[in-house]
């Protein structure tokens, strides 16, 4: 004969008082550690994307060092440094002196421009209105421009405030290079750490998900960012041979532009107009010629580096580029666009996983 009996209320209310406490001390150590590397985030993310993307030179390089990591690393830190940070901080000085200059001049209004010469006039269809309105901006800018001078004064403030935050974005880049540096020479923990985290989260389909991951964001950094940086160091090199002012701040507008998968003919197609009104025929069919071929160069240079990497919807990067530099400034250009990508093309596999 069996006796039922009664449930021991003192381990019934224990258990899940114990489990809500420990799940409320796990949660709160969580989020201290979140607030404590929140500082390091961005540049954290920033160093893996520069990881995974040079990964392939690395093994080539160590073939060539004879396994020596730490020496091959370094090496791969230092050509990283001396290819984007000098470049980077040479057009970043450059934009400081001429971006607050116009940002000032756009704010207050003082902003002067060349007067046109008179074979502006004589170009077909836009050539006399063309010439009248260049004229009147730059005699009376004051009046030309009041129509926009709310606009123009935001587009002041938003020049000032992204070149002041030009000196933090080279600073996290130059921490990111050390730090991919220093996962390069431990590169085969962090592929062992990567997949087991993928298993951790797929379970048998983590080797497959941890291989998108990697070819994803090596397509959108070379394939996108690579492509935008080749466009803009291009155009920014035929606008300081042409002479045109704020060729800095225009260079950096045309690799925003390419980033966001516009491209820079929206910068370019003025300039080159300008350039004709400017210098003799010759130079200036010259200049269009060039102007053209970095317009068009991207539809050649993003099969060859993209090669089989995944094709990622046009809005997509966008989104990420525009939401990535809201959100953390400059360098969430970068960040932004592979970030979003990749969690793009791992959800869609996820959705369409076993079809």
């Given at each position: 004969m069996t006796t039922n009996t009664p449930p021991d209320n003192n381990d019934f209310t224990k258990n899940p008082v114990e489990t809500t406490i420990k799940i409320a001390m796990t949660l709160l150590l969580f989020t201290w550690c979140f607030y404590i590397v929140k500082p390091f985030i961005v540049p954290l993310v920033w160093s893996l994307i520069i990881t995974v993307s040079i990964y392939p030179v690395y093994t080539r390089m160590l073939i060539a060092f004879k396994g020596r990591q730490n020496l091959t690393a370094i090496l791969v830190s230092l050509i990283l440094l001396l290819i984007i940070v000098v470049p980077v901080v040479m057009l970043a000085g450059t934009l400081a002196n001429s971006g607050e200059g116009v940002a000032r001049q756009l704010a207050d209004g003082t902003l002067t421009m060349p007067l046109p010469t008179e074979k502006v006039a004589s170009w077909p269809l836009i050539g006399e209105s063309l010439f009248k309105y260049w004229t009147l901006v730059a005699t009376h800018p004051v009046e030309a421009l009041k129509p926009i001078a709310p606009q123009l004064k935001i587009a002041g403030q938003w020049l000032i405030s992204t070149g002041l935050s030009l000196t933090g974005s080279i600073l996290q880049l130059v921490l990111a290079i050390i730090v991919s540096g220093i996962l390069l020479a431990n590169a085969g923990g962090g592929h062992?750490?990567?997949?087991?985290?993928?298993?951790?989260?797929?379970?048998?389909?983590?080797?497959?998900?941890?291989?998108?991951?990697?070819?994803?964001?090596?397509?959108?950094?070379?394939?996108?960012?690579?492509?935008?940086?080749?466009?803009?160091?291009?155009?920014?090199?035929?606008?300081?041979?042409?002479?045109?002012?704020?060729?800095?701040?225009?260079?950096?507008?045309?690799?925003?532009?390419?980033?966001?998968?516009?491209?820079?003919?929206?910068?370019?197609?003025?300039?080159?107009?300008?350039?004709?009104?400017?210098?003799?025929?010759?130079?200036?069919?010259?200049?269009?010629?060039?102007?053209?071929?970095?317009?068009?160069?991207?539809?050649?240079?993003?099969?060859?580096?993209?090669?089989?990497?995944?094709?990622?919807?046009?809005?997509?990067?966008?989104?990420?580029?525009?939401?990535?530099?809201?959100?953390?400034?400059?360098?969430?250009?970068?960040?932004?666009?592979?970030?979003?990508?990749?969690?793009?093309?791992?959800?869609?596999?996820?959705?369409?996983?076993?079809?």
């Open positions: 062992r750490l990567a997949l087991a985290i993928s298993k951790r989260f797929f379970g048998a389909k983590g080797a497959e998900f941890e291989r998108l991951s990697e070819t994803t964001i090596r397509s959108v950094a070379i394939g996108v960012l690579g492509v935008a940086l080749i466009q803009s160091l291009l155009a920014g090199l035929g606008f300081f041979v042409a002479g045109v002012p704020a060729a800095a701040l225009l260079t950096l507008a045309c690799f925003f532009l390419a980033v966001i998968q516009v491209g820079p003919s929206f910068i370019v197609i003025p300039v080159t107009i300008y350039v004709f009104s400017c210098h003799d025929t010759l130079f200036s069919l010259v200049f269009m010629v060039w102007a053209i071929f970095v317009a068009l160069i991207d539809n050649v240079l993003k099969p060859i580096l993209m090669g089989r990497g995944s094709s990622i919807p046009t809005v997509i990067i966008f989104l990420g580029a525009i939401g990535g530099m809201i959100f953390s400034g400059v360098i969430g250009l970068f960040i932004g666009a592979v970030v979003l990508a990749l969690g793009y093309e791992l959800f869609r596999a996820w959705v369409f996983e076993g079809e």
